[in-house]
């Protein structure tokens, strides 16, 4: 039974208590995967989050976390001495929620700006890496550069879609082919479970792609 991922059904959520139900270790430190957790798995370009485990054998940073896919564990990378933990221990675990936010609200402006860019000039986006300071977004097209007028065009065109405060919803689907029910901008086939990120009315979206990151519940959140 792989680790219920609290954040695919309420990304607010900080704090869980859960059981640990394998335990690894890694240079020298415990890694542990556990019952339920909040914390949201390296993926999609998003970081993971980082936080801590407390437990009654003390306190311990959570570095990075990470998975195989969506379907199976999730994985704590703590900063205990290997040996500490053992399955079945009761903890807590938490998440740093200034950094689980900041990087809500950046990876969800980064799908409103991609989207823009398909849609006012056919830009297609390959790639993006969210860092601590900047994030790069790799748009096509074709070779040919934006004008700074084109820039100011698509700045102006998210500002106002994040003024209007539009709902931010994710729709999981059991395959791929099922996704492709939602206006997807870009269609990336995928083995396994897909989650579709929509900004604004399904039916006529601002955005709509898929996504295994986690994302504010308003476009004004960003």
């Not at 700074?148 to 003024?163: F, G, H, K």
Request: hydrophobic fraction near 35%.
């Amino acid at each position: 039974m792989s680790t219920v991922r609290i954040y695919q059904k309420d990304q607010y959520e900080t704090v869980n208590q859960s059981l640990v139900t394998a335990v690894i270790q890694k240079d020298g430190v415990d890694v542990i995967a556990c019952r339920e957790s909040v914390f949201f798995p390296e993926g999609g370009g998003q970081p993971s989050d980082t936080g801590t485990v407390s437990s009654a054998k003390g306190v311990f940073d959570i570095t990075h976390a990470y998975d195989e896919d969506l379907e199976s564990d999730v994985w704590h990378v703590t900063d205990a001495p290997a040996g500490t933990f053992e399955a079945g221990d009761e903890v807590v675990l938490t998440i740093d929620w200034d950094s689980r936010f900041r990087n809500m609200q950046r990876h969800c402006g980064e799908h409103m700006l991609s989207g823009t860019m398909d849609t006012l000039f056919g830009g297609v986006n390959k790639g993006f890496h969210m860092g601590d300071e900047y994030i790069t977004i790799d748009i096509d097209l074709d070779g040919r550069m934006l004008t700074d007028e084109e820039l100011d065009l698509a700045q102006a065109t998210v500002n106002d879609a994040i003024w209007a405060d539009l709902p931010v919803t994710i729709t999981w689907f059991d395959d791929y082919e099922s996704s492709l029910a939602l206006p997807v901008r870009k269609q990336v086939p995928h083995v396994g479970k897909v989650s579709v990120v929509t900004v604004g009315d399904p039916a006529d979206p601002y955005d709509c792609i898929a996504c295994c990151g986690v994302h504010p519940e308003r476009s004004s959140e960003v």
